[in-house]
């Protein structure tokens, strides 16, 4: 009985979420778009008018994060961030680079149901999640200029991209996952020889010549985003490892392999970084929590440690069997967007 609740809930759930045509017939297929050819509008062609003034706005706070709400900010009612890290150290290039969690298209994906937090999200209710947790801070007034200035200029990216449009590109783009868990010995060893580089050998990355934040940013530590982010999670890690690292590279032409990505990125989920509080609140259906979600509680029987670092594919296995044909959606991850 309990089970046939679920997948009654499940259903209820794809419902809402589901995108309507006008008259609550039902929606034709979304419009594919390219986000990999598309063009990004230039900053710099921003009017100086109200609109341009705020979009600009949004445009230097995903830039320069720290220095406008980090929390060594003169004014202490502005010190929304956490930490010191930039919205722009996961989102590249202003939140345009493909396959790097860009922005672009993302103001028409929302309302949105999303499974962490179990019900149809709003994009500042998306935005205040990436503040909480992957910048260990507080939410933004949803009526402050700061979140109206970070929602104007994700519209802005967004202009001429249809409502619900299927976006190729947006989040990040998968490894080949390998059939073990994840090794954080040898993924120590291909830290020290590629990462280390630039985030230090201690991960604690390298702070700007100028101001506060990072010209590389630590990916653990003190300074670092806490376990309730996405990237605290391995195949979410390794994705957007493989695809955008050493910094310059794109998903087009990557140099670690996908086992070289899935084990450094079980080192990198490994480490000690700032603990979310009340993350038991998240995914209230449990087996709709991604299988690589590194705290419980969970819907199955697997242990922790596999969920942190795999195998991942007897877990789906037994989430598909628990939820059946129609369970939930795609619990392999990684979550396209996660903050």
């Excluded at 506060?212 to 890690?237: E, I, K, V």
Aim: overall charge positive.
């Amino acid at each position: 009985m309990r089970l046939v609740k679920l997948v009654l809930l499940l259903a209820a759930v794809a419902a809402a979420a589901a995108p309507r045509a006008p008259g609550n017939l039902p929606a034709g297929p979304p419009v594919r778009i390219d986000l990999t050819v598309w063009t990004a509008p230039d900053i710099n062609r921003v009017g100086n008018d109200a609109a341009g003034t705020l979009i600009r706005y949004g445009y230097v706070l995903l830039t320069d994060t720290a220095n406008q709400i980090g929390p060594t900010v003169p004014d202490v009612t502005r010190r929304f961030d956490g930490n010191n890290l930039s919205c722009q150290n996961c989102h590249l290039r202003g939140g345009t680079q493909p396959y790097a969690m860009p922005l672009i298209g993302a103001s028409g994906q929302f309302p949105m149901y999303r499974a962490r937090e179990g019900h149809i999200d709003t994009l500042e209710e998306r935005i205040n999640g990436c503040m909480e947790r992957s910048m260990n801070g507080r939410p933004l007034p949803l009526a402050s200029r700061e979140m109206r200035a970070l929602t104007a200029y994700m519209a802005w990216l967004s202009k001429g991209i249809p409502a619900g449009a299927k976006l190729i590109g947006a989040g990040t783009l998968r490894i080949k996952e390998p059939a073990r868990a994840a090794d954080p010995a040898r993924g120590a060893r291909i830290y020290g020889e590629i990462c280390s580089a630039c985030h230090g050998p201690t991960g604690s990355g390298v702070r700007a010549v100028n101001g506060a934040g990072y010209q590389f940013p630590p990916l653990w530590g003190a300074d670092s985003y806490n376990n309730g982010g996405g990237m605290a999670r391995l195949l979410t890690a390794a994705a957007y490892a493989m695809h955008n690292m050493p910094f310059g590279i794109t998903y087009s032409a990557p140099t670690l392999k996908d086992e070289d990505a899935y084990d450094v990125a079980g080192y990198l989920v490994s480490q000690k970084r700032p603990e979310m509080r009340n993350l038991e609140k998240d995914f209230p259906i449990r087996l709709e929590k991604p299988v690589d979600t590194p705290y419980g509680p969970y819907g199955d029987d697997f242990t922790q440690e596999q969920h942190t670092l795999g195998p991942f594919a007897p877990i789906r296995t037994k989430v598909r069997e628990l939820t059946g044909a129609s369970g939930t959606a795609d619990p392999a991850g990684p979550d396209n967007g996660s903050g």
